[in-house]
């Protein structure tokens, strides 16, 4: 009963990150079934049990709120769930001791962008509204799908990114197409563990744990989103992709680096990380008391 309880909530936890930032549901409930001794594809289709329901919820909690650009969820949660599909099949015959290192480097490539692009640039009015192609989606959804599959989590943390370093889509509209688009992508990658795995290895309790303590935060992580600032949302999402990935690159230990050395470097990147959010919040504050002071100025005054 206490293990239930404590994925329940590990599953609030991860919901509410993603439901509001877009990703790392996947990663936070992999790890911790990890640690609880599962294996990795039991592990992964545990998540993605359990992200067919949240996944719905948040779906249309975002769309409720107006976070959700349809025409983006099809084009990528379509070849997402190809991705996925295929991921799942073959997860019990790869090996991904090299592919988790290579992800990293280029989800930290993506961050760094990410967390550049909103904490100096800005949101870009020039290409925000501007359509996603297909060109563009396609491939992004069939590796989010893929990755997402075979490593427990990955579709937000590839997705959200990519889509967030277009500048062509509102930060919240990209939290909430992702996640809407992840219920597609999740039945994809269940039954393709159903096909290869059957239901063997795979505790239905906790999935319904997960699932419950997902369902529940869903609708006010959504909610949340609508009133985080463009630039800061961005300059977070970003961060927090640098971070992840560069404590994956750093626990290497194919690197060889001493644990002073991983701390010192950790400890760098969370303070430029705070610090780049510091900047974000203070331009938002300029650049709102920009815009409203326009419009105070126009308002008639009456005797």
Request: charged share 10%; aromatic share 6%.
């Amino acid at each position: 009963m206490r293990t239930l309880l404590l994925l329940a909530l590990a599953g609030l936890g991860a919901q509410l990150v993603d439901g509001s930032l877009g990703m790392a549901h996947g990663v936070i409930s992999t790890v911790l079934l990890l640690a609880l001794g599962t294996s990795p594809a039991a592990a992964s289709a545990v998540v993605h049990f359990a992200q067919i329901g949240t996944g719905l919820v948040s779906g249309a909690s975002h769309a409720r709120f107006g976070n959700v650009d349809w025409k983006v969820v099809a084009r990528i949660g379509v070849p997402g769930a190809v991705g996925a599909f295929v991921g799942a099949m073959v997860l019990s015959g790869m090996s991904t001791a090299l592919a988790a290192p290579v992800m990293a480097v280029i989800l930290l490539v993506l961050g760094c962008c990410v967390t550049w692009h909103f904490t100096v640039r800005g949101v870009s009015r020039d290409r925000l509204g501007r359509p996603l192609g297909k060109r563009f989606l396609v491939p992004v959804g069939l590796a989010a799908g893929f990755l997402g599959a075979t490593g427990g989590g990955g579709w937000g943390l590839i997705g959200t990114p990519a889509l967030l370093a277009s500048g062509r889509l509102e930060p919240r509209k990209v939290v909430g197409s992702v996640d809407a688009s992840k219920a597609l992508v999740a039945v994809a990658a269940s039954l393709g563990f159903l096909f290869s795995l059957g239901s063997h290895g795979v505790d239905w309790s906790w999935v319904l744990a997960f699932l419950a303590g997902g369902m529940v935060i869903a609708p006010l992580a959504a909610w949340l989103t609508r009133f985080v600032a463009p630039r800061v949302l961005g300059s977070t999402v970003g961060g927090l992709i640098v971070l992840l990935n560069a404590r994956t690159l750093l626990a290497d230990g194919r690197l060889g680096l001493p644990g002073t050395a991983v701390a010192s470097v950790y400890a760098v990147l969370c303070a430029l990380w705070a610090a780049a959010l510091a900047y974000s919040v203070r331009a938002h504050l300029k650049e709102r008391g920009a815009r409203t002071e326009p419009a105070a100025e126009r308002q008639p005054v009456t005797a």
